[in-house]
Nanobody, 127 residues
Framework: QGQLVESGGGLVQPGGSLRLSCAAS????????IGWFRQAPGKEREAVSS????????FYVDSVKGRFTISRDNARNTVYLQMTMLKPEDTAVYYC????????????????????WGQGTQVTVAS
């Protein structure tokens, strides 16, 4: 059974940067689309970004465009989310997810396209 493990969260000041990692085990992550989602206290989980398998096409929600970058390191079987110019409203638990069924072909930024999830990593943006 495959597993995803997020890391890299923490406390950062507004305007700062963090890089989140999503390490896959039991999968060759290069073969699968990977998405990042986040959930703030009292809010529903929402999409942040995703990266396709094979062509590495990327997708972002409007609120993070120009600030966040998703990328892969296939040698490390890891997907990253580089976050810059962080804002207090970016505070949330960040989750990575993997699509093993092809659901992201049409819907790369919705939760039901993904069937494997990590446990999440907390990101807090505050001064």
């Amino acid at each position: 059974q495959g597993q995803l493990v997020e890391s890299g969260g923490g406390l950062v000041q507004p305007g700062g940067s963090l890089r989140l990692s999503c390490a896959a085990s039991g999968f060759t992550s290069a073969y699968y689309a990977i998405g990042w989602f986040r959930q703030a206290p009292g809010k529903e989980r929402e999409a942040v970004s995703s990266i396709n398998a094979y062509d590495d096409k990327t997708f972002y929600v409007d609120s993070v465009k120009g600030r966040f970058t998703i990328s892969r390191d296939n040698a490390r079987n890891t997907v990253y989310l580089q976050m810059t110019m962080l804002k207090p409203e970016d505070t949330a638990v960040y989750y990575c997810a993997l699509d093993s069924r092809g659901g992201t072909m049409y819907y790369p930024l919705i939760m039901r396209s993904y069937d494997y999830w990590g446990q999440g990593t907390q990101v807090t943006v505050a001064s």
